[in-house]
C-alpha cells in the first residue's frame, strides 16, 4: 500500500527505483519528463534544448581532503549512506543507513492521565491565566522522540607517502566521489559510489603503475559491536540502544540506553564488505582486509539492519545474499546500472544561470560570502539540492530526516529526527516542482504510518477521534508529544498540527500527477482523518468563532500583560491557516472525487475565526496583538498560508498579502538555514525576485564547522561541503532553498503557470529544463535581459492552462493579452502535447 505506480502516458523507462531494505519491494515506474514523447500541430515550431550540453556545473571539488565531516561529501542511494573525506593515506567514508535508529515500536500508554487537564487547560486560556495554562500544558506532554543512528567509519588505510596533484571532487549528476594524487609519478584514483539499482557501495583504487595498491581495510562503530570474517567477507554486527535521548537531554544519567526490558527495542545492524583485486594479494582476518602490491582494488559493502517496519519488532535477519549478487555483476556493470538509475532522475531538470569558475567550491563559496557574483554556483546550489532528495530519500516509509541520511554522532542534534512544526516539510518542498515525485514517495508512507499511531495519540491525549501527529516524530511514527512529561516547553513539545500540515503534501502530489487512484485510496481518507481530529479539536470562543486552545505558534512566545512572556494561548494565525487550508484541500478534493461525507467537515470552514491585522499593519501572530520577545525569532509560522499554503495571495487576497509582506519585514531577513530559506520561498510569493535573491545570499554563506554548534536564532549558511549551517548542520535549508530558487522561476499554486514569477535581476538571462507545475506541465524556457524567449511546455494531463509572463506571449496566431501587471494566455491542451511559446517585445 505504501506505492502507487504513477500512472502517466508519458514514454517511460520503468525500473525498480526504490531502495530495497527490510520493507517490501515495490518497483515504481521511473518517468523521463521534460522529454515530449510527441508533438502534434499545436507545436509551432522545436526550439534548440533549453541547456547547452556541458554548460551546467555538476561538480563539488577541492584541493585537500575533508579535514571534518562537514567537508566531506555525501553519497547515498536513499538507504545507504556514505561522506567521504578524500584522504590520502587514512581514508574514512562515514557510513549511514537510514533505517538505523534506537528503540522499537511506539508503546501504547504513554500518559493516561494527559487527557483530565485539557478542560481545566482551556478555562485557563480563556480567562487568560496563562501561568497556569503553561503548568498545566506540561502535565500533558509524553516522552522523547527516538533518536536516528551512525552506522560507523569505513578506514581505507592506504601505504603511499606524500603526494602531488591532489584533488577530490564529487559529480552530482553521477553520484560519484572520486580522489586522485599522484605519488612518485605514480597516478592514484579512488572512486566511490552507491547504487540504488543493486544496493551497494563500491570503492574502487586504481593506479597508473601496476602492483602499486597497498590496502588496510576495516571499519569502527561508535555503537556496541563486533567484527568477524566468513568466506573472505569482513564483518561488522551490533545491535542499535533500545533508547538514545535527544542531545539537549542533560539530566538523565544514561542518556545512551542499551538495556532492552521489553526484547523489541534495539534494532540488529550489520555491516559486510568484500574487496577483489587484479594482481596481488587478499587476506581477510578479524582486523580487517589487507591487500598487497594489487593494481586494482575494488571493495564492495553493504549495510542492512532488523527494521522491519514502523509496527514490527525490529528483529529482521540479515545476510550477505545482497553483497555477492553484487560481486558477480563486477565493477563495470554495477557502475553502468547505478548511472542509469540516477541519470533518469537528475538529468530531468537541467538549470544554466551563466558562470563559470576555475575556483574550487570552498574558494568559490568564500568568495561568494564575499560578495562575488556566482551564479554557475547558484544553479550547483539547486542541483545539489535535488541530488541529496534523490541520495536520501528513497525507503519506503522512511523520509529524508534532518540530516537527510547523512549523520555521524550517536546524539545527533535534535535526534536528527522528524521535526514536523517545519523542518521534515521543508525537505519536500522541491520535490515535486523540480521533477521528483517518486522521491515524496517515502514521505506519503510514512504519513499513512502516522495516521495510525495518531489515532491513538489522539484518543488517549485528548479523546479525539480522527489522528494528531505533535511537533517530532521517528522511524517508529511517533505522534505522541514529547517533554518527558512536563520538561518540555509547550511551544514545540505540545503543538498538535504536525498531521493536518503533513496532509497538504498529499493534495499537492495529486494536484502535480494528477493521480486520481491515489487521491481517492491515499490522499483523502488520510485528509479525512486529520480533519476528524480538528473537528474534535476546536471550540467556539466567546463570539461563537471556532477556535484552537491550546494553540501555540512554534516556537515563539509572546508578551502579555506587565511584561509576562508565555507561549501558549489560543488560536494561532498558522493554527487557523493550516485548519483553512486543509478543509479548502478537503473541499477540492471533494469535488474532484464527489464525497458526500465530508459535508460535515467541510461546513466548520465558515465559523473559523478570520484572520486579523495587527497595530503595524502585520499579519497578527496571535489571537491578541501581543508582541514577541524576540521580533526576529526564525519561525515564521503566520506567514504559513503564503507559503507553503496559498490561501493568502497577492492574485486573491491583496490586503492580506500586504499584510504578509509587512510582518516579513518586521521579522527581519536574518536567521538560521531553514528560516532563510523559508522566506527565501515568501519573498518569492510575494513577487519580490531581488529580496528572495538577498535572503538566498544569505543561505550561501560560509560557514565552518566550529561556527555555533547549536544555536536558535542567527548565522545559517552553507559549509564547505554545501550542506545546508542552521548552525549545526540540517538538510531542510539545502532542499528549502533550492525550492526557493524553483518558486522564482515558476510558480503554479493559483491555478495559472506564472512563468518568470520573481525572476532577480542577478539572474537576468538563462534557461531551465523540466520543472514542473501544478496540473503536470512541464516547463522548459529561457530568458534574456529579464525578459523570456521561448517556453517549451509539455502538459502531461491536458487540460485548460492560463500562462502568465510578464513578457507579452505568442503562440502561433494566438497573442496574449494584458492583465494586471503581466500578460495572459489561455490554452486548451491536450495530453501529452508540447506546445511552443515566444515571448515577443
Ligand atoms: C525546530 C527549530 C529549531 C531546529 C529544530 C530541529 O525546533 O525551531 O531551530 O530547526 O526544529
Known amino acids: 500500500m505504501k506505492f502507487y505506480l504513477i500512472m502517466l502516458t508519458l514514454t517511460s523507462l520503468t525500473v525498480g527505483v526504490f531502495a530495497q531494505g527490510a520493507a517490501p519491494k515495490t518497483n515504481v515506474a521511473a518517468q523521463t519528463p521534460g522529454i515530449a514523447a510527441k508533438t502534434n500541430g499545436v507545436v509551432a515550431r522545436t526550439p534548440g534544448t533549453a541547456t547547452a550540453a556541458g554548460a551546467q556545473d555538476d561538480r563539488l571539488w577541492y584541493r585537500q581532503p575533508a579535514a571534518v565531516w562537514t567537508e566531506a561529501l555525501p553519497i547515498g542511494n536513499g538507504r545507504m549512506g556514505g561522506m567521504v573525506y578524500g584522504r590520502v593515506a587514512d581514508e574514512i567514508v562515514s557510513l549511514n543507513e537510514a533505517t538505523l535508529w534506537s528503540g522499537g515500536p511506539v508503546r501504547g500508554e504513554v500518559n493516561p492521565?494527559?487527557?483530565?487537564?485539557?478542560?481545566?487547560?482551556?478555562?485557563?486560556?480563556?480567562?487568560?491565566?496563562?501561568?497556569?495554562?503553561?503548568?498545566?500544558?506540561?502535565?500533558?506532554?509524553?516522552?522523547?522522540?527516538?533518536?536516528?543512528?551512525?552506522?560507523?567509519?569505513?578506514?581505507?588505510?592506504?601505504?603511499?607517502?606524500?603526494?602531488?596533484?591532489?584533488?577530490?571532487?564529487?559529480?552530482?549528476?553521477?553520484?560519484?566521489?572520486?580522489?586522485?594524487?599522484?605519488?612518485?609519478?605514480?597516478?592514484?584514483?579512488?572512486?566511490?559510489?552507491?547504487?540504488?539499482?543493486?544496493?551497494?557501495?563500491?570503492?574502487?583504487?586504481?593506479?597508473?603503475?601496476?602492483?602499486?595498491?597497498?590496502?588496510?581495510?576495516?571499519?569502527?562503530?561508535?555503537?556496541?559491536?563486533?567484527?568477524?570474517?566468513?568466506?573472505?567477507?569482513?564483518?561488522?554486527?551490533?545491535?542499535?540502544?533500545?533508547?538514545?535521548?535527544?542531545?539537549?537531554?542533560?539530566?538523565?544519567?544514561?542518556?545512551?540506553?542499551?538495556?532492552?526490558?521489553?526484547?523489541?527495542?534495539?534494532?540488529?545492524?550489520?555491516?559486510?564488505?568484500?574487496?577483489?583485486?587484479?594482481?596481488?594479494?587478499?587476506?581477510?582476518?578479524?582486523?580487517?582486509?589487507?591487500?598487497?602490491?594489487?593494481?586494482?582494488?575494488?571493495?564492495?559493502?553493504?549495510?542492512?539492519?532488523?527494521?522491519?517496519?514502523?509496527?514490527?519488532?525490529?528483529?529482521?535477519?540479515?545476510?550477505?545474499?545482497?553483497?555477492?549478487?553484487?560481486?558477480?555483476?563486477?565493477?563495470?556493470?554495477?557502475?553502468?546500472?547505478?548511472?542509469?538509475?540516477?541519470?533518469?532522475?537528475f538529468d530531468r531538470v537541467t538549470l544554466d544561470l551563466g558562470g563559470r569558475s576555475a575556483l574550487p567550491t570552498d574558494e568559490r563559496l568564500a568568495a561568494y560570502t564575499k560578495g562575488a557574483v556566482d551564479p554557475g554556483l547558484e544553479a550547483l546550489y539547486f542541483q545539489y539540492g535535488r541530488y541529496l532528495l534523490i541520495c536520501s530519500s528513497r525507503t519506503p516509509g522512511v523520509p529524508a530526516n534532518l540530516q537527510g541520511i547523512w549523520n555521524a554522532e550517536l546524539?545527533?542534534?535534535?535526534?536528527?529526527?522528524?521535526?514536523?512544526?517545519?523542518?521534515?516539510?521543508?525537505?519536500?518542498?522541491?520535490?515535486?516542482?523540480?521533477?521528483?515525485?517518486?522521491?515524496?514517495?517515502?514521505?506519503?508512507?510514512?504519513?499513512?504510518?502516522?495516521?495510525?499511531?495518531?489515532?491513538?495519540?489522539?484518543?488517549?491525549?485528548?479523546?479525539?477521534?480522527?489522528?494528531?501527529?505533535?511537533?517530532?516524530?521517528?522511524?517508529?511514527?511517533?505522534?505522541?508529544?514529547?517533554?518527558?512529561?512536563?520538561?518540555?516547553?509547550?511551544?514545540?513539545?505540545?503543538?498538535?498540527m504536525g498531521g493536518a500540515w503533513l496532509v497538504r503534501h498529499l493534495w499537492e502530489h495529486y494536484l502535480y500527477t494528477g493521480d486520481r487512484q491515489f487521491l481517492k485510496d491515499t490522499a483523502l481518507p488520510l485528509m479525512k482523518g486529520a480533519a476528524e481530529f480538528i473537528e474534535d479539536w476546536l471550540i467556539p470562543d466567546a463570539h461563537g468563532r471556532l477556535v484552537t486552545a491550546p494553540s501555540m505558534s512554534p516556537e515563539n512566545e509572546f508578551i502579555y500583560k506587565d511584561d509576562k512572556v508565555s507561549d501558549v494561548s489560543v488560536a494561532t494565525t498558522m493554527d487557523m491557516g493550516i485548519i483553512r487550508d486543509l478543509l479548502d484541500n478537503l473541499a477540492a478534493a471533494d469535488s474532484v472525487l464527489g464525497d458526500t461525507s465530508l459535508s460535515r467537515l467541510l461546513a466548520l470552514r465558515q465559523r473559523l475565526m478570520p484572520y486579523q491585522v495587527g497595530g503595524q499593519g502585520q499579519l497578527q501572530e496571535w489571537y491578541k496583538d501581543y508582541s514577541s520577545p524576540d521580533p526576529h525569532h526564525r519561525h515564521v509560522s503566520h506567514l504559513y498560508s503564503l507559503y507553503p499554503a496559498n490561501e493568502i495571495s497577492l492574485a486573491r487576497t491583496s490586503a492580506l498579502a500586504a499584510a504578509a509582506q509587512q510582518?516579513?519585514?518586521?521579522?527581519?531577513?536574518?536567521?538560521?538555514?531553514?528560516?532563510?530559506?523559508?522566506?527565501?520561498?515568501?519573498?518569492?510569493?510575494?513577487?519580490?525576485?531581488?529580496?528572495?535573491?538577498?535572503?538566498?545570499?544569505?543561505?550561501?554563506?560560509?560557514?565552518?564547522?566550529?561556527?555555533?554548534?547549536?544555536?536558535?536564532?542567527?548565522?545559517?549558511?552553507?559549509?564547505?561541503?554545501?550542506?545546508?549551517?542552521?548552525?549545526?548542520?540540517?538538510?531542510?535549508?539545502?532542499?528549502?532553498?533550492?525550492?526557493?530558487?524553483?518558486?522564482?522561476?515558476?510558480?503554479?499554486?493559483?491555478?495559472?503557470?506564472?512563468?518568470?514569477?520573481?525572476?532577480?535581476?542577478?539572474?537576468?538571462?538563462?534557461?531551465?529544463?523540466?520543472?514542473?507545475?501544478?496540473?503536470?506541465?512541464?516547463?522548459?524556457?529561457?530568458?534574456?535581459?529579464?525578459?523570456?524567449?521561448?517556453?517549451?511546455?509539455?502538459?502531461?494531463?491536458?487540460?485548460?492552462?492560463?500562462?502568465?509572463?510578464?513578457?507579452?506571449?505568442?503562440?502561433?496566431?494566438?497573442?496574449?493579452?494584458?492583465?494586471?501587471?503581466?500578460?495572459?494566455?489561455?490554452?486548451?491542451?491536450?495530453?501529452?502535447?508540447?506546445?511552443?511559446?515566444?515571448?515577443?517585445?
Open 113 to 345: 492521565e494527559a487527557k483530565q487537564y485539557l478542560d481545566p487547560l482551556r478555562i485557563a486560556l480563556f480567562t487568560e491565566n496563562y501561568e497556569e495554562a503553561e503548568r498545566l500544558a506540561r502535565k500533558m506532554q509524553g516522552g522523547w522522540s527516538e533518536s536516528y543512528l551512525p552506522l560507523g567509519d569505513l578506514h581505507l588505510h592506504q601505504d603511499i607517502a606524500k603526494p602531488v596533484a591532489y584533488t577530490r571532487e564529487l559529480n552530482i549528476r553521477d553520484g560519484i566521489a572520486r580522489t586522485s594524487f599522484t605519488v612518485n609519478g605514480a597516478k592514484y584514483v579512488r572512486e566511490v559510489f552507491i547504487s540504488a539499482p543493486d544496493q551497494v557501495m563500491v570503492v574502487r583504487w586504481t593506479c597508473s603503475r601496476p602492483g602499486s595498491i597497498n590496502l588496510m581495510l576495516g571499519a569502527s562503530s561508535l555503537l556496541r559491536s563486533g567484527h568477524g570474517t566468513t568466506d573472505s567477507i569482513w564483518t561488522m554486527r551490533g545491535k542499535a540502544p533500545a533508547h538514545v535521548d535527544p542531545n539537549y537531554v542533560d539530566y538523565t544519567k544514561e542518556p545512551v540506553v542499551y538495556d532492552d526490558s521489553d526484547s523489541c527495542r534495539g534494532m540488529p545492524w550489520m555491516m559486510a564488505m568484500r574487496a577483489t583485486s587484479r594482481g596481488g594479494v587478499i587476506t581477510v582476518d578479524t582486523s580487517g582486509i589487507k591487500v598487497s602490491k594489487a593494481s586494482e582494488v575494488v571493495l564492495y559493502v553493504s549495510m542492512q539492519t532488523g527494521f522491519r517496519g514502523f509496527d514490527k519488532c525490529p528483529d529482521g535477519k540479515m545476510e550477505t545474499r545482497e553483497l555477492e549478487k553484487a560481486m558477480q555483476l563486477g565493477y563495470t556493470e554495477l557502475l553502468s546500472r547505478h548511472l542509469a538509475d540516477i541519470h533518469i532522475f
Open 411 to 496: 546524539r545527533a542534534p535534535w535526534s536528527s529526527n522528524y521535526t514536523t512544526n517545519i523542518n521534515v516539510q521543508m525537505n519536500y518542498w522541491l520535490a515535486e516542482e523540480s521533477n521528483l515525485p517518486e522521491m515524496v514517495q517515502p514521505l506519503i508512507g510514512f504519513i499513512g504510518e502516522l495516521a495510525v499511531t495518531g489515532k491513538s495519540a489522539a484518543r488517549q491525549f485528548y479523546g479525539a477521534k480522527g489522528w494528531v501527529v505533535h511537533h517530532n516524530s521517528d522511524i517508529w511514527a511517533m505522534a505522541t508529544p514529547v517533554g518527558d512529561k512536563g520538561r518540555g516547553e509547550p511551544k514545540w513539545a505540545n503543538w498538535p
Open 663 to 841: 510582518s516579513l519585514v518586521l521579522r527581519g531577513d536574518v536567521g538560521t538555514g531553514w528560516s532563510m530559506a523559508w522566506k527565501v520561498n515568501l519573498w518569492a510569493r510575494l513577487l519580490d525576485g531581488n529580496h528572495a535573491y538577498r535572503l538566498f545570499r544569505h543561505l550561501l554563506r560560509l560557514t565552518r564547522e566550529n561556527e555555533i554548534k547549536m544555536g536558535g536564532g542567527e548565522g545559517g549558511g552553507a559549509y564547505p561541503n554545501l550542506f545546508d549551517a542552521h548552525p549545526p548542520f540540517q538538510i531542510d535549508g539545502n532542499f528549502g532553498g533550492a525550492a526557493g530558487m524553483a518558486e522564482m522561476l515558476l510558480q503554479s499554486q493559483d491555478g495559472d503557470l506564472h512563468l518568470l514569477p520573481a525572476l532577480p535581476d542577478a539572474w537576468a538571462s538563462g534557461s531551465v529544463k523540466g520543472l514542473v507545475g501544478r496540473g503536470g506541465f512541464v516547463v522548459d524556457m529561457s530568458w534574456k535581459g529579464g525578459r523570456l524567449v521561448w517556453a517549451r511546455v509539455l502538459s502531461r494531463l491536458g487540460g485548460k492552462v492560463v500562462i502568465r509572463s510578464s513578457t507579452p506571449l505568442i503562440m502561433n496566431e494566438l497573442r496574449s493579452k494584458k492583465e494586471g501587471n503581466g500578460f495572459v494566455l489561455e490554452l486548451d491542451t491536450k495530453e501529452n502535447v508540447t506546445f511552443y511559446l515566444s515571448g515577443t517585445s
